[in-house]
């Protein structure tokens, strides 16, 4: 019986800090997954990326920041979900937040997940496991 082959995740990682890329990195190369990261530094590089984005070449899989420098993640996860080629996108949103608040406004957004970033390495993993 032939084994199943994981496929090539194309994951978009917007991130501010580069303490975390690292980390995830990291986890993501121990873990063996294939999932190369397209690294963008903010908020608003992430929308002028998707804006540019050519039909598709959508990710599979997008990490998204809450808190960074000029839009945070909420305001490019409302952007995503305004245009019709992001509405089923699958959006992680990433945060070192743990308050209520924070993760009902990234559901109503159209968040697929909510992860602190105490604990998201494992948890990124096995998720991008179901995506591959």
């Known amino acids: ?25 990291r986890a993501l190369h121990r873990a063996g997954l294939d999932c190369p990261l397209t690294r963008l530094a903010d908020g608003q590089h992430a ?10 070449a959508l990710p599979d899989l997008v990490l998204l920041d809450v808190q960074m420098p000029r839009k945070d993640g909420f305001e490019v996860l409302k952007w995503l979900r305004e245009h019709p080629s992001y509405t089923q996108l699958p959006v992680m949103m990433l945060t070192s937040s743990d308050d209520p608040v924070d993760i009902r406004r990234a559901k109503k957004l159209g968040a697929t997940e909510f992860l602190t970033k105490k604990t998201h390495c494992q948890a990124v993993i096995e998720m991008l496991g179901r995506y591959a």
Request: net charge negative; no cysteine.
């Open 1 to 25: 019986m032939a084994s199943k082959q994981k496929k090539t995740l194309r994951v978009v990682l917007v991130e501010n800090d580069d303490n975390d890329v690292f980390f995830l990195e």
């Open 47 to 56: 929308i002028d990326y998707f804006s540019q984005l050519k039909e598709g």
